[in-house]
């Protein structure tokens, strides 16, 4: 069984940093392609960053590059999402979503990809 939980929200003020981790249990974790998503307050949920299971590639939403780092410690099965310079914008839930791969694709932006899901973080960006 696969479990997906999600750690390190909190409450910040806008330029402030936040690190997010997303430890995966059960399953082969080097095979997951692994997502963060988030959903602001009345909006649908939308692609963060994403990570390939070989972690040779990351990938960003255009609201996100430049600010968001996404690593994988796979000894540690967990998945980090480094955010800087937060903006009351980026006020959200946080949701982690892995999915199984057999080939080292380019993972897929789309909430309906993704088999396995968290319950969220709250984050919230103070002004």
């Known amino acids: 069984q696969v479990q997906v939980v999600e750690s390190g929200g909190r409450l910040v003020q806008a330029g402030g940093s936040l690190r997010l981790s997303c430890a995966i249990s059960g399953g082969t974790f080097s095979r997951y392609a692994v997502a963060w998503f988030r959903q602001g307050p009345g909006q649908e949920r939308e692609f963060v960053a994403a990570i390939s299971r070989s972690s040779s590639g990351t990938y960003y939403a255009d609201s996100t590059k430049g600010r968001f780092a996404i690593s994988r410690d796979n000894g540690a099965r967990t998945v980090y999402l480094q955010m800087n310079n937060l903006n009351p914008e980026d006020t959200a839930i946080y949701f982690c979503?892995?999915?199984?791969?057999?080939?080292?694709?380019?993972?897929?932006?789309?909430?309906?990809?993704?088999?396995?899901w968290g319950q969220g973080t709250q984050v919230t960006v103070s002004s």
């Open positions: 979503a892995a999915k199984s791969v057999i080939l080292t694709v380019t993972p897929p932006r789309e909430t309906d990809e993704y088999p396995y």
